[in-house]
């Protein structure tokens, strides 16, 4: 059992048979950093890669379970995000809180369907592990920045917080994952910078990050790039 539990959810029925290779979810991973070094427990469940998924994620499910977050784009992906709150919903009272592209995007109407409760809206680091430290202390109306929650018939919400400081993020608890699951052997994903300054119609950055970039310093760089050569040689 964990304190949160963090799904990822496949875009295709599990387990993924893409052409290209599975990676860890950076990600969800990226947003239990603050959670870990606050002393939470977290557990993450990889849709992608378990076909046996639901016993995964409604044994890592209990009473004590302050809440399931989950992190998707728009498209299919969204359908099998959709199921995984459904099973948790039919088999417990653990709040549903939906974060990533597509629900900050479209916050209200994701928060409206009956299967989520909360939507992080934006970057979901300091935001969730708020909603978190709030629901741990039972302060489930708490004003977080960037938070949309239903609650006694209507919505409430608050403006998105502030662009967070690229060197100020904790590192990346890789431990989270099993590294046998995913494919490291020529690559793995990092973020050293947030945001984009261009303007393609097509990008949800434009409306997601309002062409702003943001990087981490080149010390900063070097020392995350440390740490996650580590991750992959303790992988190999």
């Not at 938070?147 to 967070?164: D, V």
Request: hydrophobic share 40%.
């Amino acid at each position: 059992m964990a304190d949160v539990v963090l799904l990822e959810p496949t875009p295709v029925k599990p387990p993924l048979k893409f052409h290209f290779r599975a990676y860890p979810p950076l990600a969800l991973l990226t947003v239990a950093a603050p959670l870990v070094a606050e002393g939470y427990s977290v557990k993450i469940v990889d849709q992608r890669l378990n076909p046996d998924w639901e016993r995964e994620l409604l044994s890592s499910v209990d009473e004590e379970t302050l809440c399931v977050g989950i992190s998707t784009l728009t498209g299919r992906q969204l359908l099998y995000a959709l199921h995984a709150s459904h099973v948790v919903k039919r088999n417990s009272d653990v709040p549903i809180v939906w974060g990533g592209v597509h629900p900050s995007l479209l916050p209200e109407q994701t928060v409206r369907h009956p299967w989520i409760d909360y939507v992080v809206q934006g970057e979901g680091d300091v935001a969730f592990a708020s909603l978190v430290r709030a629901l741990a202390e039972g302060r489930a109306d708490a004003e977080i920045p960037g938070m949309w929650a239903k609650g006694n018939g209507s919505i409430r919400t608050t403006a998105p917080g502030s662009f967070l400081d690229m060197d100020a993020l904790p590192r990346v608890p890789f431990h989270l994952v099993d590294s046998a699951t995913y494919d490291l052997a020529d690559a793995l994903p990092v973020c050293t910078s947030r945001g984009c300054a261009h303007r393609c119609g097509f990008c949800y950055n434009l409306h997601y990050c309002g062409r702003r970039w943001r990087a981490m310093t080149p010390a900063r760089v070097i020392e995350h790039l440390r740490h996650c050569l580590l991750y992959t040689s303790d992988a190999a």
